[in-house]
């Protein structure tokens, strides 16, 4: 989860301050109506509905990172912003079922919108991994912090191998996590690239991965106006979101990558496993990584179980994401 980064004159995706640091190029001039708005008073009503449903999660307190409550909480705002969701099915499970004692499933994730963090916790309540600065942001810094959320200094490449080792122990215990590689947030579903230091969590763990990808349509055509990008600010975008006219949010998982599929990939490392993920998220299909198809696992041989968990490099620096 990770909010706008400020455009600079540097190379498109490239890190800027931080391992885990990106920049994008996309503008709040990318965000544009795919529709004529909705009526004034149709904004206003979805404005009063947005500001009662907020009220009623913040006055859980810390009773918000319940899953049951936080799911509700979830589909009460997106339903109060006029969006319908659309694709996975509500019910629909994104973390992969595994023996008891197994651990959790890392959901990989392309990035767009604040949105983004709503639509997937209405689908199922897991574990978010965020920058710090999301914490500080209007409405959902407040939400995000109450529903357990955890966060990182991407700008400090000292805490690098930190955050991997507490995804690592999170991922241990049984519990799901959803990160976005991509470190930025993109106006379309379709662009960026995936960091890879989370994927070294899901070896180090034997956890499965599942890509899951974002997209959002007015009237069942794509759209750009639920884009959070650049020097945009929340309530430029929470007025768009409120005006814009048939909005959803298609949320589409692909098959995991798990050691239930024919062949594993013992020799497989963070660097593969994530183009292997991002050209499922984005669209590109698991054919760009020669030899590896839906169904492998992390760091498994046929016969042997999950292998053994990786040490930690020993020097931050050669972590690239």
Known sequence: MNGPAVNGPVARGRAANGPW???????????????PRV????????????????????ADGERLADPVRLRAHARELIAALGIRMAGASLTERLSVPGPVGGPGTLIVLNHISWLDIPALLAVEPVVL????????????????????????????????????AELTALLRSGRSVAVFPQATTWCTADQGTFRRATFQAALDA???????????T???HPSTVA????????AASLRRVLAARALAVRVTTHPPLTGDGPGGCG??????LAALAEGAVLGGGAGRVPGLV??????????RGRAAPRPLPQQPVRHHV
């Open 21 to 35: 640091d990106v920049w994008s190029d996309c503008t709040p001039g990318c965000a544009t109506h795919g529709l």
């Open 39 to 58: 009526r004034a008073a149709e904004t206003a009503r979805r404005l009063a509905a947005f500001a009662r449903a907020v009220r009623r999660a913040l």
């Open 129 to 164: 991994l965020a920058k710090r600065e999301v914490g500080g942001w209007p409405v959902v810094g407040g939400l995000a912090r109450r529903a357990g959320t955890h966060f990182i200094d991407r700008t400090d490449p000292r805490q690098l191998p930190h955050a991997v």
């Open 206 to 216: 034997g956890a499965p991965v599942r890509p899951v990808s974002l997209g959002y």
């Open 218 to 220: 007015q009237g069942g």
């Open 227 to 234: 884009a959070f990008c650049g020097e945009d600010t929340f």
């Open 267 to 272: 020799g497989l490392d963070r660097r593969r």
């Open 294 to 303: 839906p169904g492998q696992v992390p760091g498994h041989v046929p016969g």
